[in-house]
């Protein structure tokens, strides 16, 4: 059980490329999200999903863009790559039913630096 | 709206000595609460969790949170720190909207000297 898994860990961008952030899980887990971490700060919700096919905002989505067309995986896409988004990104998972603690688990994570 | 406020960017404990790590939240619901750590350059491993079973939460590696509604509290501490405690800290929130998103505190940097 490998549980969250990220690629690439760490990445380099110029201004203006764009690349994915893939992110798979071997839980079963039907809600995943991404997350970013900024220093010195909590991480904050960039996206999430609750099944798939099924997406939607969160806190700070703006230059980004997610799809989910299986269970397993949630790929996280920046498309025109700014300085701004030079961050930690984290993938997690949970599994969501009523009256569950759905603990969220997360992945290592991918150290994004846009130059 | 919910928030977490962590007091305290830094800490610095002796080994041997007590750890505590502040959290406070604020939620017009009654909150499902989480710990969490992260070692540098990994990603964050769940410590304990606060689901309204019980007020005093234990969790791995020794630590512990005791759940205070009347000072809108969930302080993390463990009896004697060790030198594999040093981490980052991070308290949160479930929020209930937003698929169930975690809203973090900005975190604790605990450091244990020896």
Known sequence: NAGV???????????????????????????????????????????????????????????????????????????????????????ASSQQMRGSTDTQYFGPGTRLTVL | AQSVTQLGSHVSVSEGALVLLRCNYSSSVPPYLFWYVQYPNQGLQLLLKYTSAA??????????????????????????????????YFCAVRNYNQGGKLIFGQGTELSVKP
């Open chain 2, 55 to 88: 007020t005093l939460v234990k969790g791995i590696n020794g630590f512990e949170a005791e759940f205070k509604k009347s000072e809108t509290s969930f302080h993390l501490t463990k009896p004697s720190a060790h030198m594999s405690d040093a981490a980052e």
């Open chain 1, 5 to 91: 898994t990220q690629t690439p860990k760490f990445r380099i961008l110029k201004i203006g490329q764009s690349m994915t952030l893939q992110c798979t899980q071997d839980m079963n887990h039907n809600y995943m999200y991404w997350y970013r971490q900024d220093p010195g700060m909590g991480l904050k919700l960039i996206y999430y999903s609750v099944g798939a096919g099924i997406t939607d905002k969160g806190e700070v989505p703006n230059g980004y863009n997610v799809s989910r067309s299986t269970t397993e995986d949630f790929p996280l896409r920046l498309e025109l790559a700014a300085p701004s988004q030079t961050s930690v990104y984290f993938c």
